[in-house]
């Protein structure tokens, strides 16, 4: 039996589904995954567009509390899509969503081929768009 040891899914509690729903929805679409089926009572889940692979599930947060991703806990989720150009198309969206961006597109040479873009989502998840061919 081989052991692929791959991650399934993700899930992720949010303060306001609606606002997460909103902004994923298009970031997704620039990152190339798409809404994988509906949720019965809001909560929302991506997959890759036309492949399988890891999914990421929302859900309604159901205590309060502040997210920091310097706490204990998710530090940030990364996208690996084709190419720099999507890097920087997903960079400019985050610009004219006017989110907060922690480090424009650049290289990560430490990385090995490694080109990226950070942001923090309005609950102040970081998320990256990374390509790793260097182009």
């Known amino acids: 039996m081989t052991r692929t040891g791959l991650i399934d899914h993700i899930g ?18 620039i990152v190339g995954m798409r809404e994988w ?3 019965t009572t809001g909560e929302f889940n991506y997959g890759p567009d036309g492949a399988v692979g890891a999914q ?6 159901l205590e309060p509390a502040e997210y ?10 990364s996208f ?3 190419g720099r150009e ?4 997903a ?3 985050t610009v004219d969503r006017r ?13 090995g081929d490694h080109d990226a873009a950070y942001v923090l989502d309005p609950h102040r998840i970081m998320l990256e768009v990374v390509c790793h061919d260097g182009a």
Do not use: T
Not at 56 to 61: D, E, G, I, R, V
Not at 68 to 77: A, E, I, M, N, V
């Open 12 to 29: 992720i509690g949010v303060p306001d589904l609606a606002a997460a729903k909103e902004l994923y929805d298009e970031l997704m679409a």
């Open 37 to 39: 089926f509906p949720g």
């Open 56 to 61: 990421l599930f929302f859900s309604q947060a």
């Open 68 to 77: 920091s991703r310097h706490r204990p806990g998710l530090q940030h989720l």
């Open 80 to 82: 690996m899509v084709e």
């Open 86 to 89: 999507i890097v920087d198309e």
């Open 91 to 93: 960079h400019r969206w």
């Open 99 to 111: 989110l907060e961006v922690v480090h424009a597109p650049r290289e990560l040479p430490e990385y």
